[in-house]
């Protein structure tokens, strides 16, 4: 077997049991990675200097073939009504089918990082059949000093094969595709499938898991630092401006998707940002825009003009879910590190389709708890297939997709932490207003950015607050350089009465969704719950 690059001379290939490789590919850099993705025909050269890789069929994750391992460990940890189980004799057999898949393999490895606080970080390994595989995750992990790499022992090892073809009678799951994750020896092997981003949400997924008995809050959110060295944390579901909004020039991105929150304070899991690039524009995003145009950056599923190679970012014919995986040194303004300390704020974002809730609310712990348990957003109308009015999506945590354990632990953990830091809670709409979707507009960017800035100074405690009627948090009567009317999303609408049956409706879907929740709560967040109240009350 020929190797090539920087590795622990004690911690090879055997460590995990692949023999009889053509080649394996230790540490190699964007260049490197490059010229071995375009050797092979794997993606193309962008004009932007990006290199553009296709995932084929899957364009996403396929969250219906992902599998823990149930065994004496995780029987009784792991929250199996979201978690597909699979036997570990399953397991070992499709472990052993992959690892003959790979012989004769020129695989590629990197050795990064999951965290990056040093006393709760993982070693992770990632062994990966592409080139730009082994370039994508490279970026979205946390890259070990050089002289790091002669030592490192990995903890959780990646194979990533995506020639490989599960077989549904042989290994227990339900297609040719297999993301199997066994949380007690710390493998994870995914295939048949060439989406990039089941790797990073694999290494989410296993710290969600080892995490929490630690007194250590796994997050799916974003997170900054201003000035004052406050921390604030953004938790919020795709569409509802996460990221966009922790990109603030006016403070420090510590990170954009996934963070840990320790007794240390905040840290980052990742190296790297996975952003968005579907209708992407240097008006709306200049930061992103700018970190998305540079040598090591890769594409995917982006659409190219055929001559030029110049990207086009409007064009959706491949997916919506269109990619770009860059380091995040290179956004202009990091936080050193990605850490910070304990938050002073977090930001609960919602894109209320409905038109029903008002743009920003001040939550009590309690009510923290239920809406970070409910996870609320909505589908607007025309985004999918017969989907004619607006949906609710509720993601209990921000994140249901990768929580191993149950989401109480989860919620219970959070609001402890808020309750020990004396931390504010806050809602933000960026959803509509004046009407529905269809009816009424998106809320404007410069009243929410307004008013994400005062909650962040401080400023907005100062405001005079009302009750709402149908959620009971605490809104704004009044904010300095925001229209008032705004602020009362029944005045926005001209049909009062529709809004009131709005308001019904949603506030229905809430109390609908959180009856799974009803018996692990305690009586304040029950009580935390919305409750239709009528216009005169």
């Not at 000093?145 to 599960?166: M, R, W």
């Not at 320790?262 to 990742?270: I, M, R, T, Y």
């Not at 038109?355 to 996870?375: C, N």
């Not at 354990?405 to 509509?432: F, K, Q």
Request: charge should be negative; include cysteine; aromatic fraction near 8%.
């Amino acid at each position: 077997m020929k190797e090539i690059g920087l590795r622990n001379p004690v911690a090879g290939v055997e460590t995990i049991g692949l023999a009889g490789l053509a080649s394996i590919r230790w540490n190699l850099t964007a260049p490197n990675l490059y010229e071995e993705a375009l050797r092979r025909e794997e993606g193309v050269l962008t004009a932007a200097g990006t290199l553009a890789a296709d995932t084929g069929v899957h364009t996403g994750r396929s969250p219906k073939d992902k599998y823990v391992v149930r065994n004496a460990d995780t029987a009784d940890q792991v929250w199996w009504d979201n978690n597909a189980a699979m036997e570990p004799a399953s397991f070992d057999v499709l472990m052993q089918d992959m690892l003959d898949h790979a012989k004769g393999m020129h695989l590629f490895a990197q050795d990064l990082y999951g965290g990056a606080d040093p006393e709760h970080r993982i070693s992770v390994r990632v062994y990966t059949e592409y080139a730009w595989h082994s370039l994508f995750i490279r970026n979205l992990l946390i890259r070990p000093d050089h002289d790091a790499i002669a030592s490192f022992e990995p903890e959780l090892t990646i194979i990533d094969l995506p020639s490989f073809s599960a077989d549904p009678a042989r290994h227990g799951c339900r297609s040719e595709t297999v993301i199997a994750c066994d949380f007690t020896r710390k493998i994870i092997l995914i295939g048949g499938t060439s989406y990039a981003g089941e790797m990073k949400k694999s290494v989410f997924t296993l710290l969600n898991y080892l995490l929490p008995p630690k007194k250590v809050m796994p997050m799916h959110c974003s997170a900054n630092l201003g000035s004052g060295n406050d921390t604030a944390i953004f938790f919020g579901l795709s569409g509802t401006g996460k990221t966009t909004l922790s990109a603030d020039p006016k403070r420090k991105l510590i990170g954009d998707d996934e963070h840990g929150w320790s007794e240390n304070g905040v840290f980052n899991f990742e190296g790297g940002s996975y952003a968005k690039m579907i209708k992407l524009s240097a008006e709306a995003e200049p930061q992103i825009w700018a970190a998305t145009h540079r040598f090591g950056v890769i594409y995917e599923n982006v659409t190219l003009d055929p001559e030029t190679r110049e990207p086009d970012f409007d064009d959706d014919s491949k997916t919506e879910n269109t990619r770009g995986a860059y380091p995040i040194e290179f956004m202009p303004n990091i936080a050193p590190g990605s850490v910070g300390p304990h938050p002073k704020n977090i930001i609960m974002l919602t894109a209320d389709a409905f038109g029903v809730m008002p743009p920003i609310a001040k939550l009590t712990p309690a009510q923290a708890m239920y809406h970070f348990l409910s996870g609320y957003t909505a589908k607007i109308a025309g985004t999918e297939k017969g989907v004619t009015e607006p949906q609710a999506t509720f993601s209990t945590c921000f994140g249901a997709p990768f929580l191993p354990r149950h989401p109480v632990e989860y919620g219970n953990l959070l609001r402890a932490l808020i309750a020990e830091h004396e931390v504010d809670c806050w809602l933000l709409n960026t959803g509509w207003t004046g009407g529905a979707h269809g009816v009424g507009h998106r809320m404007p960017i410069a009243a929410t950015r307004t008013l994400l800035d005062a909650a962040l100074d401080g400023s907005l405690h100062e405001a005079t607050f009302r009750t709402d009627a149908n959620f009971g948090f605490a809104v704004p009567v009044a904010v300095p350089g925001v229209d008032a009317t705004i602020l009362d999303p029944r005045a926005t609408w001209s049909d009062k009465a529709g809004y009131d049956r709005q308001a019904a409706k949603l506030v229905s879907m809430f109390v609908d969704n959180f009856g799974r929740f009803a018996d692990h709560v305690d009586a304040s967040v029950l009580k935390a719950a919305p409750e239709l109240k009528t216009a005169a009350e």
